[in-house]
């Protein structure tokens, strides 16, 4: 496939894959908390960057630092807590969606929530297999980190969705096929080449959750789609990249 990473544009790519680069247990916006919380470093990547002050993340910062829960079980407390600030964030955003949905969008828009939760309960098992085949901290931390950067994300898309709505203006264009999208073309390739990496790693006996877990999140982005532009529809396929990647180089390291 000629199809090479600079369509993606820099920003746009960093964006969906900083948590690559910085590390391979730790999300961009978690590690950014941590460098900013204890040695006073601004997080590099731009989407860290675009929520920093939110008072969810400040918290998280803040919590991090702490001397008292400088321990693995204590740095898993605290993005424990900040996932479950970032879970009402999104049920606030989601109500205050719903209010300004028109009544044409409004079943659309509740297939695409109730998909999204759908893809993250069939997650759940598929991390448990995965980091279950790992030893030590860092996966406990990784663990944490990966269930709450998809209800950050969508606690933040959400919002987004109810502030342009808020502002008025033309709905979002609907994206072209993926296969006529050079951008989304290669995310998806990218996407079935760690698929397959990580189904070939898993043990026989837990490849069925991974099957289920991404079926469910094909199902959120079929459902989403159609509520979204281009840019928005490569934040979803990226940051599931990043996610399948990241259980790819995880799974097996005792």
């Given at each position: 496939?000629?199809?090479?990473?600079?369509?993606?544009?820099?920003?746009?790519?960093?964006?969906?894959?900083?948590a690559?680069?910085l590390?391979?247990?730790?999300?961009?916006a978690v590690?950014?908390?941590?460098?900013?919380?204890?040695?006073?470093?601004?997080?590099?990547?731009?989407?860290a960057?675009?929520?920093?002050?939110?008072?969810?993340?400040?918290?998280?910062?803040t919590?991090l630092?702490?001397?008292?829960?400088?321990?693995t079980a204590?740095?898993?407390?605290?993005?424990?807590?900040?996932?479950?600030?970032?879970?009402?964030?999104?049920?606030?955003?989601?109500?205050?969606?719903?209010?300004?949905?028109?009544?044409a969008?409004?079943?659309?828009?509740?297939?695409?929530?109730t998909?999204?939760?759908?893809?993250?309960?069939?997650?759940?098992?598929?991390?448990?297999?995965?980091?279950?085949?790992?030893h030590?901290?860092?996966?406990?931390?990784?663990?944490a980190?990966?269930?709450?950067?998809?209800?950050?994300d969508?606690?933040?898309?959400?919002?987004?969705?109810?502030?342009?709505?808020?502002?008025?203006?033309?709905?979002?264009?609907?994206?072209?096929?993926?296969?006529?999208d050079?951008?989304?073309?290669?995310a998806?390739?990218?996407?079935?080449?760690?698929?397959?990496?990580?189904?070939?790693?898993?043990?026989v006996?837990?490849?069925?959750t991974?099957?289920?877990?991404?079926?469910a999140?094909?199902?959120?982005?079929?459902?989403?789609?159609?509520?979204?532009?281009?840019?928005?529809?490569?934040?979803?396929?990226?940051?599931?990249?990043a996610t399948?990647?990241?259980?790819?180089?995880t799974?097996?390291?005792?």
């Amino acid at each position: 496939m000629r199809i090479v990473k600079s369509l993606l544009g820099v920003d746009r790519w960093r964006r969906a894959f900083g948590a690559l680069a910085l590390t391979s247990a730790m999300s961009a916006a978690v590690l950014g908390a941590v460098l900013a919380a204890t040695l006073g470093v601004t997080p590099s990547a731009a989407h860290a960057e675009a929520a920093a002050a939110d008072p969810i993340d400040a918290s998280m910062r803040t919590c991090l630092a702490r001397s008292d829960m400088s321990s693995t079980a204590g740095q898993v407390q605290c993005m424990d807590n900040a996932r479950i600030g970032w879970k009402a964030a999104l049920d606030g955003a989601w109500q205050q969606l719903q209010t300004k949905l028109p009544p044409a969008q409004r079943k659309q828009w509740d297939k695409s929530q109730t998909s999204w939760q759908a893809s993250r309960d069939a997650e759940k098992p598929l991390l448990s297999a995965v980091f279950a085949t790992t030893h030590g901290s860092m996966y406990e931390l990784a663990e944490a980190d990966i269930q709450l950067q998809p209800v950050r994300d969508r606690a933040l898309a959400l919002r987004s969705a109810a502030a342009k709505l808020s502002a008025g203006g033309d709905p979002p264009r609907r994206p072209r096929a993926c296969t006529e999208d050079a951008q989304c073309e290669h995310a998806m390739f990218d996407l079935n080449r760690y698929y397959r990496r990580l189904q070939a790693k898993m043990p026989v006996r837990s490849r069925a959750t991974l099957t289920r877990a991404q079926k469910a999140w094909s199902a959120y982005l079929i459902a989403t789609t159609p509520l979204i532009d281009e840019r928005g529809r490569i934040d979803i396929i990226g940051a599931r990249v990043a996610t399948i990647k990241r259980l790819s180089e995880t799974v097996g390291n005792d």
